[in-house]
């Protein structure tokens, strides 16, 4: 059985011989951008990537997610390799669909290229390995299109907004003792952290009236929400530093006439913490604000709770086995980006396993924004294939004490913990103060 270091020298060159082929993939799936549940081209793209590499993929996974596995026939860890299907709409970026807006400005693409290169590369020596590996193309990281997504879960077609939980509930996940993921980046690092976040719709119900002859008789319902907001911000220094808690949100409907007392008001608010415990005492101080502008109006208000995102942590022997194969591979080094307020769906796997969610180079511009490319086509796609295929061996080939180790990380809960916080989050409330009559 050949050595780890023969392996990866053996993927790096099967990776460098198909640069050409890779490129023009990375290529096809940027101009062809989708949004999150509906990356059906993508996903038949992916499937069809599997079936060339003799692979049966196993497809509609969470509507768009595809699975394809390879096995050694030797025990082992089972791990996952993953790249994340869709766009987000930014319809200024170079590469948006013209009918969409969609375009990949958060370089989702990459991601899903370096599984498909990985995948090309391991396939050949899983015999040479131990264990098993699972490459997982997933839907729906970016938390776009909400009433769309509230359609398919009011058709039960879905559970959640994120590709990631969904999978998790259907038992996709089950089986994998850890995963790996590398995203388009500025530069080559690994977080320590994310923000994990919850998402409300809240509606305040008032009473409608003249506002010139008889306002009195009104009970106005976009002052219920200012004063919400206030209360709110008046809240922020009761908040831990060391909890990173950002409370953010918009008044998307205020009224619908000038002279007319407002009867309805929605706002949409993003809640998001550095703990699962921290994020459901910010989203109960969120609750306590608005019922209290409801009670001081005489009003009614509904908070629908829409669960997002499990905080991310991670895991630091995967970290640095990451940065050992950086090393190895081009001499580079891995930065460490700290804490970081955004969020992510990974956060959601790294509360039940080992999970690595490293960065590459080769963009440049703001994630999200129109100025988001790819300047570096090596290290955008092909570098990262090389390092995922790398980390892979490096935990399964041998007699896999790298991969064991990393695998036994013990998790921050159980899958069943898991679904019932992700319950709790997804619930609607109901507070009536009633003066409407």
Not at 207 to 215: D, I, M, Q, T, W
């Amino acid at each position: 059985m050949k050595s780890a270091s023969e392996l990866k020298q053996t993927v790096i060159a099967d990776i460098e011989s198909r640069k050409k082929e890779i490129l023009q993939l990375a290529d096809n799936i940027l101009r062809h951008p989708e949004l999150g549940y509906q990356e059906f081209r993508t996903a038949e793209l992916v499937k069809n990537e599997f079936i060339k590499l003799g692979l049966q993929p196993k497809t509609g996974l969470a509507i768009t997610g595809v699975r394809a596995d390879i096995n050694s026939g030797k025990p082992g860890p089972r791990i996952a390799i993953i790249g994340e299907l869709d766009a987000l709409p930014v319809p200024t970026h170079p590469f948006a669909d013209p009918a969409t807006g969609a375009a990949h400005a958060c370089g989702h693409h990459a991601q899903v290229t370096m599984m498909l290169a990985a995948a090309a590369a391991l396939v050949p020596i899983v015999k040479e390995l131990s264990g098993s590996l699972a490459f997982i193309a997933v839907p729906a990281e970016e938390f776009q299109g909400l009433e769309y997504c509230r359609q398919l879960i009011a058709e039960k077609k879905i559970s959640y907004c994120g590709g990631k939980p969904e999978l998790i509930k259907l038992g996709v996940f089950d089986d994998i003792d850890a995963v790996l993921m590398i995203h388009a980046g500025h530069d080559t690092f690994v977080p320590e952290s994310f923000n994990g976040f919850c998402m409300k719709q809240i509606v305040f119900e008032g009473k409608a009236a003249h506002c010139g002859l008889s306002p009195w008789d009104g009970i106005n319902a976009a002052s219920m929400a200012r004063q919400a907001l206030n209360m709110i911000d008046a809240q922020r220094d009761t908040l831990k530093d060391k909890d990173s808690v950002r409370i953010h949100g918009i008044i998307s409907d205020g009224g619908s006439a000038v002279n007319v007392v407002p009867a309805r008001a929605t706002m949409e608010m993003q809640v998001r913490a550095k703990t699962p415990e921290a994020i459901s005492n910010a989203a109960a101080i969120v609750d306590r604000c608005v019922k209290a502008a409801a009670m001081a109006f005489g009003g009614k208000v509904r908070i629908y709770n829409i669960s997002g995102y499990m905080p991310y942590r991670s895991c630091p022997q995967l970290n640095d086995l990451h940065a050992q194969n950086l090393k190895e591979l081009c001499g580079g080094t891995l930065g460490n980006f700290g804490h970081r307020g955004s969020s992510t769906d990974m956060g959601d796997l790294s509360m039940l396993m080992p999970a690595l969610h490293a960065y590459c180079g080769g963009f440049s511009g703001s994630p999200h924004a129109k100025d988001f490319v790819v300047t570096d086509p090596e290290k955008a796609y092909v570098q990262g294939a090389k390092l995922l295929a790398m980390d892979a061996i490096e935990m399964l080939a041998g007699n896999t004490d790298i991969g064991r180790e990393i695998a036994s990380f013990p998790p921050v809960m159980d899958k069943a913990a898991y679904l019932d916080y992700k319950e709790k989050m997804s619930s609607t409330e109901e507070y009536s103060y009633e003066v409407l009559d």
